[in-house]
T-cell receptor
C-alpha cells in the first residue's frame, strides 16, 4: 500500500532563518506531488505541484520554493522565513495516470511557527 | 477550475444521518466530484469521489444529481468523530485540487 511521510511534525523557527521540509511517498511510482499551506483558521492554499522530477509549478508568488530531486521526494524550502510563513504545511500525492480519478492523499503535515 | 458552493456550517445529532450538499452548476462532463474532510489539527482525509453514478464506501455515500449540477455526501450514522470540515471539490483533466472553505459539521451528543 502507498504511504506518505512528512517531517518534522512541528517546527519553530526565527524570522530570517532557512527552511527545509521534506516529503516522501512510498508504494507508488511517478506520482503527482503537491505542497499546500493552511494558515491558522484559514483554508488550504496550493503552493506548488510537480508532475515529475525537476518539474515544479508555482501557484502563489512568495519567498518559498520547491524541488523534486527524486521521483518520490518533494522538498519545500525558504532562504529567509517571514512571520507570514507560519502555518500548517501539507504534502500530498495523486496517481499521475488518470489523476482526475485519483484521490488526493495527504501527509500528517508540519506545523511551522515563525517567531 | 470549476467552483463549488457549500453551506458554511451544519449541525447533526449523533447516530442520525447527515446530508451534506454541494452545488456545482458549472461542472463539465469530465469533472470528477471529490469529497474530503479535515478533522481538527489534522490534514485532509479522502472520503469519496464519483463521476456520474452514486458511490458507496465504508465511510459514506455520494449521491450525484442526474444533471450533475449538485451532489450530496451522506453519512449514514453520524458519530462525534465525524465532526470536521467537509470539502467538495471538482477535478478535471489537468486541473489541480482547489479547496474552498467547506462545510463545518458539528455533531451533537
Amino acid at each position: 500500500s502507498q504511504t506518505i511521510h512528512q517531517w518534522p511534525a512541528t517546527l519553530v523557527q526565527p524570522v530570517g532563518s532557512p527552511l527545509s521540509l521534506e516529503c516522501t511517498v512510498e508504494g507508488t511510482s511517478n506520482p503527482n506531488l503537491y505542497w499546500y499551506r493552511q494558515a491558522a483558521g484559514r483554508g488550504l492554499q496550493l503552493l506548488f505541484y510537480s508532475v515529475g522530477i525537476g518539474q515544479i509549478s508555482s501557484e502563489v508568488p512568495q519567498n518559498l520554493s520547491a524541488s523534486r530531486p527524486q521521483d518520490r521526494q518533494f522538498i519545500l524550502s525558504s532562504k529567509k522565513l517571514l512571520l507570514s510563513d507560519s502555518g500548517f504545511y501539507l504534502c500530498a500525492w495523486t496517481r499521475r495516470q488518470g489523476a482526475e480519478d485519483s484521490p488526493l492523499h495527504f501527509g500528517n503535515g508540519t506545523r511551522l511557527t515563525v517567531t | 477550475d470549476a467552483k463549488t458552493t457549500q453551506p458554511n456550517s451544519m449541525e447533526s445529532n449523533e447516530e442520525e444521518p447527515v446530508h451534506l450538499p454541494c452545488n456545482h452548476s458549472t461542472i463539465s462532463g469530465t469533472d470528477y466530484i471529490h469529497w474530503y474532510r479535515q478533522l481538527p489539527s489534522q490534514g485532509p482525509e479522502y472520503v469519496i469521489h464519483g463521476l456520474t453514478s452514486n458511490v458507496n464506501n465504508r465511510m459514506a455515500s455520494l449521491a450525484i444529481a442526474e444533471d450533475r449540477k449538485s451532489s450530496t455526501l451522506i453519512l449514514h450514522r453520524a458519530t462525534l468523530r465525524d465532526a470536521a470540515v467537509y470539502y467538495c471539490i471538482l477535478r478535471g483533466y489537468g486541473q489541480n485540487f482547489v479547496f474552498g472553505p467547506g462545510t463545518r459539521l458539528s455533531v451533537l451528543p
